[in-house]
């Protein structure tokens, strides 16, 4: 092969390995982050839910089913 040829194969591997490894620190950091905050964030109960809070959003549910037709959600 040609020397421009074998430049453009190994510029076209570096850039393809740098990118292979940005979105695998990229995953693995966001993965990291989700674990480490997410036991921080407290979830809400369904028990403590106030039931007029619990009335108004099963109420926008109906009216949004009824909207939008009789399908799946």
């Given at each position: 092969?040609?020397?421009?040829?074998?430049?453009?194969?190994?510029?076209?591997?570096?850039?393809?390995?740098?990118?292979?490894?940005?979105?695998t620190?990229?995953?693995?950091l966001?993965?990291?982050?989700?674990?480490?905050?997410?036991?921080?964030?407290?979830?809400?109960?369904?028990?403590?839910?106030?039931?007029?809070?619990?009335?108004?959003?099963?109420?926008?549910?109906?009216?949004?089913?009824?909207?939008?037709?009789?399908?799946?959600?």
């Amino acid at each position: 092969m040609s020397e421009i040829v074998m430049q453009g194969v190994e510029l076209a591997l570096l850039g393809m390995g740098t990118v292979f490894l940005f979105l695998t620190a990229l995953v693995l950091l966001t993965m990291a982050m989700s674990k480490w905050l997410g036991d921080g964030v407290p979830r809400p109960d369904d028990q403590n839910i106030d039931p007029t809070t619990l009335a108004v959003i099963s109420e926008a549910i109906q009216q949004y089913k009824a909207r939008r037709g009789s399908g799946p959600v």
